[in-house]
């Protein structure tokens, strides 16, 4: 079952309102949309600027790093903004954002708390949307080089002679 949402035209007080309040800013219309701080900014073709929030803070969600920004967890997922993914982000999004209305949020993006957001994703952690955005963020994530400083992973070892000699056998806690 597929809603279609009612236009409303807000004031240009209550886009941004909303939008800060979401975490990102998308100029209406425009399939652009930015972080509040400038960290990040992304152009969006084939799902829209609501879908790429939901699927960052998804990301954000369930794999949850601190210190990991979101350009990272944006990069981890602008794949999915293709053709051929379309309507399985835009069914997946809608049935996230109906249980989040059934536990009394507007959309996932509204609800407040990251208890209440995982609670949520627990509810689909069985469909094929969850587990594809899930093992995907496994690679998307943790494949790109300029989050390996960030948790201490210095990267591949074997063209330099592998882990024995770089610190494999550093046993310093024991």
């Given amino acids: 079952m597929t809603l279609t949402p009612t236009p409303r035209k807000l004031t240009r007080r209550q886009l941004l309102q909303s939008s800060v309040a979401a975490g990102t800013i998308a100029v209406a219309g425009t399939g652009f949309i930015a972080a509040p701080n400038a960290?990040?900014?992304l152009e969006v073709t084939e799902i829209t600027e609501h879908q790429l929030a939901t699927l960052v803070q998804m990301a954000r969600d369930t794999y949850p790093h601190d210190s990991v920004g979101d350009e990272y967890y944006v990069i981890a997922v602008k794949g999915y903004d293709n053709a051929d993914q379309k309507e399985f982000i835009a069914q997946g999004v809608?049935?996230?954002?109906?249980l989040a209305q059934a536990d009394g949020a507007p959309d996932y993006l509204s609800t407040k708390w990251e208890d209440n957001r995982v609670a949520l994703l627990k509810q689909i952690e069985d469909d094929a949307f969850f587990q594809t955005i899930r093992g995907g963020l496994v690679t998307g994530l943790y494949n790109q080089k300029a989050v390996w400083p960030i948790f201490g992973y210095e990267g591949e070892s074997f063209s330099f002679g592998g882990y024995i000699d770089r610190g494999f056998n550093d046993i310093n806690w024991l």
């Avoid at 809608?94 to 109906?98: H, I, N, V, Y």
């Fill in 39 to 41: 960290a990040w900014a």
């Fill in 94 to 98: 809608a049935k996230l954002d109906d």
